[in-house]
């Protein structure tokens, strides 16, 4: 199983960024896919999920900021981040529910 996060960056406050997480090793359109964050000094906190549905559930600190979804076709999920704020500040990690993988993160710095 492997997992790749790219799309990080420095962004302004107010600003949009967009993830994606590309995905191998796996039967990617059966699993449910999931966004993590971890900001220094702070545990590793669920963002957003995706069932292989397409149902969708946030964190309520990012709800109607935050959009996820899934391209089964390119293994692919993405986290669409729109008016981001200095506490969106992170390394964003895509997982697999219910797996123990984890890719190598991309980092998210929203700052003036």
């Known amino acids: 199983v492997q997992l790749v996060e790219s799309g990080g960056g420095l962004v302004q406050p107010g600003g949009s960024l967009r993830l994606s997480c590309a995905a191998s090793?796996?039967?990617?359109?059966?699993?449910?896919m999931a966004w993590y964050r971890q900001a220094p000094g702070k545990e590793r906190e669920l963002v957003a999920t995706?069932?292989?549905?397409?149902?969708?559930n946030y964190a309520d600190s990012v709800k109607g900021r935050f959009t996820i979804s899934r391209d089964n076709a390119k293994n692919t999920v993405s986290l669409q981040m729109n008016s981001l704020k200095p506490e969106d500040t992170a390394v964003y990690y895509c997982?697999?529910?219910?797996?123990?993988?984890w890719g190598q993160g991309t980092q998210v710095t929203v700052s003036s």
């Open positions: 997982k697999i529910v219910g797996m123990d993988d």
């Open positions: 995706i069932t292989s549905g397409g149902n969708t």
């Open positions: 090793g796996i039967i990617f359109s059966a699993k449910w």
